[in-house]
């Protein structure tokens, strides 16, 4: 999107909600009741959520429009002069910039927060140049390598939602803005991490490519604040039409994705399982470290061949190969040099010389790594390994796809097989183990239990803290189908 879109069109989040769109949800909000003294749409466009509720909330006091367009504001004007509402101001002003407290201060009843904020993150911004950001920190407070790797990453609306959040919180009222669904679901983590005031959330999906041809999973995000109600769930429709829902909340401190569902198989949740699911090798430099085996000789990424030791090889199987079970052979492998995070590699120096030769001729590109946590490991370091890497026997599932499909791995090759870290897996001693955890895994219960808490609309849909919350080791009988 960012290649073919204007930048200013990007950095700004200029994809204007429809008028179609904007009538039809405050014909949603009419239905649930929400009657406001006052409508605040934070970043108005043209201005078709303002022309919306005025025309639909005929009993509203004030409707404030800010937006940082001038040539908008100017729209918004000519339309209001032609309209003749006097109810309605707009102002032209830098949402960050911006002094909403005095604007807030000023409103005197019950308010409504509603439009469509950006649906950009800060990296795109980053690509782009853009400046259209809140001032830097960590706002969601991510610590160690979350903070480093890149969870730190957000969506521009994400940080003005919770600001829109915190202005009803001191006052009660109504939230219903566009967003991206996963944005959608961070907003009610907020909520319940900070133990915010929530009355009620509901989230209704939208077709983002009918309306702004983005190819997205998106709603209306609906909220009720008052000053004591603390309900850290939410319903989610189908549409705006909808009136039948399932509803998103909390378990064991975990977002649900279906709260019935979990409730039914909730007996096979443990907070610390003693099988534990790990993920595949990170090395961020697949060009030196991933080989492929083309007519019997090794080719690296920059189609070298490559003469070294089989010492530090291993075959090596990516997502998509687990995935697609593409499992009984393969033709590529990886370069594991370390048997345990931190472990020292000087060992490769005398054990396989040809291969600590070939690491020091790419040396630039291993110390190059941009990833802070290779910072003060040793040289040619790695992550994601551990005893668990070379157990000859393993059950792998892929996290990007969108489907509960285990498979069981053996050796290759008289070798232990890797996984790139895309690839969730149990590592065992012996098959009959295996195939013992194999059959609870692939069990209805089983199914049922991870199918209540995936959100399969998100990018990596199975997460490693996902699979480590079923208890593999509970009675046999809880996983007796029902």
């Not at 970043?43 to 005929?58: H, K, P, Y």
């Not at 090596?316 to 033709?331: F, P, Y």
């Not at 060992?347 to 001729?361: D, V």
Request: net charge neutral; with cysteine.
């Amino acid at each position: 999107m960012i290649r073919t879109i204007p930048k200013a069109k990007v950095e700004y989040g200029d994809f204007q909600t429809p008028i179609e769109l904007a009538e039809h949800v405050c014909q949603k909000l009419i239905e649930l009741g929400v009657n406001p003294d006052v409508i605040i749409e934070p970043t108005c466009g043209v201005g078709n959520f303002i022309d919306a509720s005025s025309r639909l909330f005929r009993s509203t006091d004030k409707i404030l429009g800010v937006e940082i367009n001038s040539q908008y504001v100017e729209i918004i004007r000519i339309k209001q002069q032609l309209d003749g509402d006097k109810r309605i101001q707009i102002i032209e002003a830098d949402f960050f910039q911006f002094d909403w407290q005095s604007q807030l201060d000023k409103s005197v009843g019950e308010l409504l927060i509603i439009g469509n904020f950006p649906w950009v993150t800060n990296s795109q911004q980053g690509i782009i140049g853009g400046k259209n950001l809140p001032s830097k920190n960590n706002f969601q407070n991510h610590v160690g390598l979350d903070a480093i790797t890149g969870r730190s990453n957000f969506d521009i609306s994400e940080w003005m939602l919770i600001q829109s959040i915190e202005w009803l919180q001191k006052r009660g009222g109504y939230l219903a803005m566009l967003c991206k669904t996963s944005v959608a679901r961070k907003i009610l983590n907020h909520l319940h991490s900070r133990n915010l005031n929530l009355a009620y959330c509901a989230s209704y999906s939208i077709d983002a490519k009918k309306y702004f041809n983005a190819s997205v999973e998106s709603c209306l995000l609906f909220c009720k604040f008052d000053c004591i109600s603390t309900n850290y769930f939410c319903d989610v429709f189908d549409s705006l039409d909808s009136i039948e829902y399932q509803r998103i909340g909390y378990r064991h401190n975990i977002l649900v994705r279906d709260v019935v569902a979990f409730d039914r198989v909730s007996e096979l949740y443990h907070p610390k399982p003693e099988l534990k699911w790990r993920s595949g090798v990170k090395h961020d430099c697949s060009s030196v470290m991933e080989l492929r085996k083309i007519d019997n000789k090794l080719i690296n990424g920059f189609g070298d061949i490559v003469d070294i030791e089989d010492t530090y090889l291993f075959p090596l199987l990516k997502g998509s190969d687990v995935a697609q079970n593409r499992i009984q052979d393969t033709d590529r492998y990886v370069l594991v040099t370390q048997k345990f995070v931190g472990e020292s590699t000087d060992a490769i120096k005398h054990l396989a010389p040809k291969t600590w030769r070939y690491l020091e001729l790419h040396a630039k590109y291993l110390d190059n790594r941009k990833s802070k946590i290779y910072l003060k490991n040793p040289k040619f370091s790695i992550f994601g390994v551990g005893t668990y890497t070379f157990t000859p026997w393993k059950i792998a599932i892929c996290g990007l796809y969108k489907k509960l499909e285990f498979r069981l791995i053996g050796q290759l090759n008289d070798r232990s097989v890797i996984f790139d870290d895309t690839v969730y897996f149990i590592g065992f001693e012996d098959r009959a183990s295996a195939d013992l955890v194999l059959d609870l895994l692939t069990s209805t219960p089983a199914r049922n239990f991870y199918s209540s808490l995936i959100f399969w609309d998100e990018k990596r849909p199975i997460k490693s803290s996902i699979l480590n919350s079923l208890n593999l080791m509970a009675r046999s009988d809880h996983y007796r189908s029902r």
